[in-house]
């Protein structure tokens, strides 16, 4: 998966994952608090990862790592888990079927950070998508 198309593969893959987690995350928080769920979700992404980084010989020392390195995969942490806090609240009291979607609201902001801070130009064409994405998101807000 290599290849110059390698990408699509991996975030379609991501996209599959990522609508199993919704459903599963909404059947899971039944009972519990959203927060503690999402404790109990990292606790096990950092088992499984920790050995899956160990076990494919991945694993070296953290501190090797330069600070500006540290600084934003530290930031990327806090976001992330800011981001499923949220998540997990709008899965506990809301329809997976439209929380997950406004959910991808994200798309339209990085495009967006993107563009503004990393210099990205997505084409005409692309703008059209992630504008149509955003639309859905304001369809899906709206109750009739």
């Known amino acids: 998966m290599a290849s110059s198309n390698g990408w699509f593969v991996w975030a379609l893959l991501s996209a599959m994952f990522a609508a199993f987690t919704a459903i599963f995350a909404k059947v899971g928080l039944e009972g519990i ?5 999402t404790l109990v979700r990292t606790f096990v992404i950092i088992i499984v990862l920790g050995g899956f980084v160990y076990f494919t010989g991945k694993w070296s020392s953290p501190l090797t790592l330069p600070p500006r390195t540290w600084l934003f995969l530290t930031l990327s942490g806090l976001a992330t888990g800011a981001s499923w806090v949220c998540y997990f ?4 009291i809301g329809e997976a079927s439209k929380v997950a979607p406004v959910d991808k609201l ?10 503004a801070f990393l210099g990205e130009r997505p084409s005409l ?3 059209c998508g992630i504008a149509m994405v955003g639309a859905g998101v304001i369809v899906l807000g709206f109750k009739r």
Do not use: C, G, Q, T
């Not at 994200?106 to 563009?115: C, K």
């Open 106 to 115: 994200s798309l339209v902001l990085v495009a967006i950070f993107a563009f």
């Open 125 to 127: 064409r692309e703008w």
């Open 89 to 92: 609240r709008a899965l506990k």
């Open 33 to 37: 608090d959203s927060d503690y769920a």
